[in-house]
């Protein structure tokens, strides 16, 4: 399809994202929103962990059940050892709108991943410069050889500000980062500044769920309780008995590397669950700090609605009326 003639018809195009910390309860509101649009809502998970198959209790995955008959997509798409990164992701989700708009529906965009959906609201061009797997190689040996650490410190010569937003232990990010740098002579914290500045390439609504943060937290530490009791222990065995290691993409993933932590023996299990709780609670403070520096964003707090589900529903058919995504 030719990019240019999508370009002068996007705009034109429906979206709606729903977003938020992990564990505020997006998925519910989706499913409700999804259906109180004459059953027109499709849902496209930007979730960078429910990709994968046989993650399901870790990546707090839909179920069958809890669809409710809505279409999802971005679900179970790729195996544990399959590459997934922001262009994949782009890729694979630009397939799927073109399905959804040819039925005449709409897509919601749901999930915690802010950066993909950026790269996706705003048709942002994150090149991945496959071709040069050299240089690639040369930063995953230092990696491996003199630790994430050492490549951070390279990061922060040459692109300080994005060695302030990548975590030193991120080194996928981090050396995505320096290849950029290397192959463009920009730092990549400059050129997705620009990008940022873009505008939505879609007529869309942009909704971040949020909570009081003791009740956020309270909720997380019931997940992970939850989670344990659904067998998550059990599901990491077996991916580690699938060959699934802690370099993998996948097993970057929350309650993933802290449970092969335990399985290689270096804590205990209860070491293990008190570290995910811990992370967790620290992702979702990241989460929040990415979408509030979002432009455009409607926010939705849950405590000024008293949870009331069926208010919150409304005040979003309201808004996305008055932005005349319903026709």
Known sequence: MHKGKVGVTRTMRPMIVLTGPTAVGKTALSIALAKALNNRGEILSADSMQVYRHMDIGSAKITKKEMQGVPHHMIDILEPWEPFNVVVFKQKCEECLEDIYRRGHIPIVTGGTGFYIQALLKDIDFTENEENTEYRTHLEGLAREKGPEYLHALLA????????????????????????????????????????????????????????????????????????????????????????????????????????????????????????????????????????????????????????????LKYMLDKLAGRGILQ
Not at 206 to 233: C, P, S, T
Not at 236 to 263: H, P
Not at 275 to 298: C, G, M, P, S, Y
């Open 157 to 312: 010569q040459v692109d300080p500000d994005s060695a302030k937003t990548i975590h030193a232990n991120n080194i996928k990010r981090t050396i995505r980062a320096l290849e950029f740098y290397h192959l463009t002579g920009e730092p990549i914290s400059q050129h997705n500044q620009q990008e940022k500045q873009k505008t939505s390439a879609y007529r869309s609504c942009y909704f971040v769920l949020n909570d009081e943060r003791e009740h956020l937290y309270q909720r997380i530490e019931q997940r992970v309780d939850e989670m344990m009791a659904q067998g998550l222990a059990e599901e990491v065995k077996s991916l580690k008995e699938m060959g699934c290691t802690r370099d993998m993409v996948s097993m970057q993933g929350l309650g993933y590397k802290e449970l092969l932590a335990w399985l290689d023996g270096e804590c205990t299990l209860e070491e293990a669950v008190a570290l995910i709780k811990l992370n967790t609670r620290h992702f979702a403070k990241r989460q929040l700090t990415w979408f509030r520096r979002e432009q455009d964003v409607i926010w939705i707090n849950k405590d000024g609605f008293n949870y009331d589900e069926q208010r919150i």
